[in-house]
């Protein structure tokens, strides 16, 4: 439970609906890559045996800014990323002032950020990182973190004063949706074109890429396109209240059951699209699984 309080305090728990207007992009990108799932390690430099897991997948863009969704502790919430010329920005700070100069300061908060080193290496679970960007941010004279920041991956470290450290652990490439099965005797083939196996009815396979006749399903196993395939992005739900679905004109169509699944064919500017033009708004009670 500590541990929880701790990441909570660490990433903000906060969800609008867009950032800054958007400048060119520095050349440098320190956002996320949204073609990988990020986990993380939480856990205090008192006691770093006992350890919980974080997990970071992207829903899509709002606007021109990142929406990454994470889970930790059985909780989960979402948070917004957009790089311009200012800087890499979260949804309610700026994490990294460009241009990029050592010693440079910005207000985060009621703290104030400083650059304290450019061209770090940084060792973590997930492998080595380097020219990662070393941010201090002081609260007061006895509370500062230290935070870590890599090209295309964003904050990979993160050192708080209160004794909590978070480190990214596993980096794996993202499927991007899943291909639902609807009809009996469609076959899975390998990537020399033979068939593997028959799927069944009702199976959901996740899909990494795809082509003008075939879903990629991992590892060069593919999926062909027809009438028997349904490909969609994941499904949202709550398992604490009702959902609104709202209708193409945006008045209410209905509302769901407490823990209802809802499939999702894409995501645009805050919204799941879930069919037919009708949508749910991406709030901070809706959960997204791929």
Same mark, same amino acid.
């Given at each position: 439970?500590? #541990?929880?309080?701790?990441?909570? $305090?660490? =990433? %903000?728990?906060?969800?609008?609906? +867009?950032? !800054?207007?958007?400048?060119?992009? /520095?050349?440098?990108?320190?956002?996320?890559?949204?073609?990988?799932?990020?986990?993380?390690?939480?856990?205090?430099?008192?006691?770093?045996? #006992?350890?919980?897991?974080?997990? $970071?997948? =992207? %829903?899509?863009?709002?606007?021109? +800014?990142? !929406?990454?969704?994470?889970?930790? /502790?059985?909780?989960?919430?979402?948070?917004?990323?957009?790089?311009?010329?200012?800087?890499?920005?979260?949804?309610?700070?700026?994490?990294?002032?460009?241009?990029?100069?050592?010693?440079?300061?910005?207000?985060?908060?009621?703290?104030?950020?400083?650059?304290?080193?450019?061209?770090?290496?940084?060792?973590?679970?997930?492998?080595?990182?380097?020219?990662?960007?070393?941010?201090?941010?002081?609260?007061?004279?006895?509370?500062?973190?230290?935070?870590?920041?890599?090209?295309?991956?964003?904050?990979?470290?993160?050192?708080?004063?209160?004794?909590?450290?978070?480190?990214?652990?596993?980096?794996?490439?993202?499927?991007?949706?899943?291909?639902?099965?609807?009809?009996?005797?469609?076959?899975?083939?390998?990537?020399?074109?033979?068939?593997?196996?028959?799927?069944?009815?009702?199976?959901?396979?996740?899909?990494?890429?795809?082509?003008?006749?075939?879903?990629?399903?991992?590892?060069?196993?593919?999926?062909?396109?027809?009438?028997?395939?349904?490909?969609?992005?994941?499904?949202?739900?709550?398992?604490?209240?009702?959902?609104?679905?709202?209708?193409?004109?945006?008045?209410?169509?209905?509302?769901?059951?407490?823990?209802?699944?809802?499939?999702?064919?894409?995501?645009?500017?805050?919204?799941?699209?879930?069919?037919?033009?009708?949508?749910?708004?991406?709030?901070?009670?809706?959960?997204?699984?791929?």
């Amino acid at each position: 439970m500590k #541990n929880k309080i701790l990441i909570m $305090a660490l =990433f %903000t728990i906060l969800l609008v609906s +867009s950032l !800054l207007p958007n400048a060119a992009a /520095a050349s440098t990108s320190f956002l996320m890559n949204t073609k990988k799932n990020y986990t993380y390690t939480v856990y205090e430099q008192k006691n770093k045996h #006992n350890r919980s897991s974080m997990t $970071a997948t =992207f %829903t899509g863009k709002i606007n021109d +800014s990142d !929406l990454w969704f994470y889970r930790f /502790a059985g909780d989960f919430f979402q948070q917004l990323y957009l790089q311009d010329d200012y800087g890499l920005e979260s949804a309610s700070n700026t994490e990294l002032k460009f241009p990029l100069v050592k010693g440079a300061e910005w207000k985060k908060g009621n703290a104030t950020a400083r650059i304290i080193s450019l061209n770090n290496t940084v060792k973590t679970p997930a492998g080595t990182f380097s020219n990662c960007v070393l941010v201090e941010t002081v609260y007061n004279a006895a509370n500062k973190d230290l935070a870590y920041y890599a090209p295309g991956h964003g904050l990979i470290k993160l050192q708080s004063g209160s004794g909590a450290t978070v480190e990214v652990s596993k980096i794996e490439n993202a499927h991007y949706g899943r291909v639902l099965i609807k009809e009996k005797g469609i076959a899975m083939y390998n990537p020399q074109g033979k068939v593997h196996r028959i799927l069944t009815k009702g199976e959901g396979l996740k899909v990494f890429k795809e082509n003008a006749s075939s879903y990629d399903v991992g590892g060069g196993y593919y999926v062909k396109k027809s009438k028997a395939t349904l490909f969609y992005t994941g499904f949202v739900y709550s398992k604490k209240q009702q959902l609104d679905i709202y209708a193409p004109n945006g008045k209410l169509h209905r509302k769901t059951r407490v823990g209802e699944t809802i499939r999702v064919y894409g995501f645009k500017n805050g919204d799941y699209q879930v069919g037919g033009g009708y949508y749910i708004s991406a709030d901070n009670h809706v959960q997204y699984d791929r």
